[in-house]
């Protein structure tokens, strides 16, 4: 078993999940590879979906990742995408994911005062 934050990951019972305040979340072994279409083409469906909820932060998004790219990595065997569209996909995804993300946690608006 491997933990990130409030994310755990074992190879009988997949992802879990144990948000404050909220039900523990399962994601089972054989979801793992669940797509989702989009603008720009397929991406993981679950660091997307997850993202659209209030308590998934942008820490929360990043420890969610490592422990998805983890299972993905544990269960690479059983990847229905060729290795080369895998990359494509990651790339999508946290693109996706992070625009998302922006929408509920805004960076600064004003430039930042960068020092030489």
């Not at 998934?56 to 490592?66: G, L, M, S």
Request: glycine residues 6%; hydrophobic residues 40%.
């Amino acid at each position: 078993m491997v933990q990130f934050g409030i994310w755990m990951f074992d190879e009988k019972m997949g992802i879990i999940g144990r948000p404050k305040k909220y039900p523990e979340i399962f994601l089972h072994p054989d979801r793992i590879w669940d797509t989702k279409e989009t603008r720009l083409g397929p991406v993981w469906k679950w660091p997307v979906q997850f993202a659209k909820l209030a308590w998934f932060t942008p820490h929360e998004a990043d420890n969610f990742n490592r422990t998805f790219l983890y299972a993905q990595k544990c269960f690479e065997g059983f990847n229905p995408w060729k290795s080369h569209n895998k990359f494509d996909i990651d790339a999508r995804t946290i693109k996706i994911q992070t625009e998302v993300l922006s929408d509920h946690f805004p960076g600064p608006t004003e430039e930042l005062d960068i020092r030489k």
